[in-house]
């Protein structure tokens, strides 16, 4: 987690600390809006089968536990902070799992949003976990090295800030380019966290880059790979046997009657 995990604890919170504690706050306004906009609008039901449900709750889940995390790092808790690091050995492998599982059906049953193909929505929502797996698994093993730690951590959680934006963004609006602005808007948290190093260590982190190097790398492969006949393949081998089967990968869903 996000964190401040080599430092002695019980220490007075720095402006770090309280840099990062105020962006997981911001971040997790921005998730909470936009799903709470979709909620309203709408487009999400409780009536969306179990599997859905417990994919919510995963993430909201580790968004409440990122909090939780920065919240003990600034009021110097480093110990319970450690402690409740360990959750995450078990809470990445079942979000993985669940996101997995609701990606896969949403496919299977032709009920991707219209404003992506059905491949790109196949393609990148798995890269975008890969690099969220990727990220945090790195910071996880640089948990003891306080500075990457805390900001590859950082980079992870704004991997998934482009849920929350592609909900408050006009998404059919940006078609095609629906998924690269999702993207690049959550590029802003990173960006965010680059200019306050700057601001106030007079150098910008390395790990910022690798971070925000490890999110466009990832869309520039998803993108990459949706052109090729490898990506079809996978649409097909993913699909068979299901409604999905029957809907062109590389064409934009009819949008939903108002």
């Not at 962006?23 to 089968?49: Q, T």
């Not at 998404?171 to 602005?181: F, K, R, V, Y």
């Not at 910022?208 to 949706?226: H, P, S």
């Amino acid at each position: 987690m996000a964190s401040l995990a080599g430092a002695a604890p019980r220490r007075s919170a720095g402006a770090e600390e309280r840099f990062f504690m105020t962006a997981a706050v911001a971040m997790a306004i921005v998730i909470v809006a936009g799903f709470s906009l979709n909620a309203a609008m709408g487009r999400s039901s409780f009536a969306a089968p179990i599997s859905v449900h417990v994919h919510a709750l995963l993430f909201m889940g580790w968004l409440g536990l990122y909090l939780v995390q920065n919240m003990l790092v600034a009021t110097g808790n480093v110990a319970v902070h450690r402690r409740l690091g360990w959750l995450s050995a078990v809470w990445i492998p079942a979000m993985v799992a669940a996101a997995l599982y609701v990606i896969v059906a949403m496919v299977r049953r032709g009920g991707v949003p219209f404003f992506f193909t059905p491949l790109y929505f196949l393609v990148m929502d798995v890269l975008i976990l890969a690099t969220f797996v990727g990220l945090s698994v790195a910071a996880i093993r640089l948990r003891r090295r306080t500075d990457w730690h805390r900001r590859l951590m950082f980079c992870a959680m704004a991997v998934f800030t482009g849920n929350g934006l592609g909900r408050l963004l006009p998404m059919p609006l940006l078609i095609p380019w629906a998924g690269e602005a999702a993207v690049a808007a959550s590029l802003a948290f990173p960006i965010w966290g680059m200019l306050s190093d700057r601001r106030r260590r007079g150098r910008v982190h390395p790990a910022w880059l690798w971070g925000i190097a490890a999110i466009v790398g990832g869309q520039v492969a998803g993108e990459a790979f949706v052109r090729t006949p490898l990506g079809t393949s996978l649409y097909a081998w993913v699909a068979a046997g299901s409604p999905g089967a029957k809907v062109p990968a590389t064409a934009y869903p009819a949008p939903p009657l108002a």
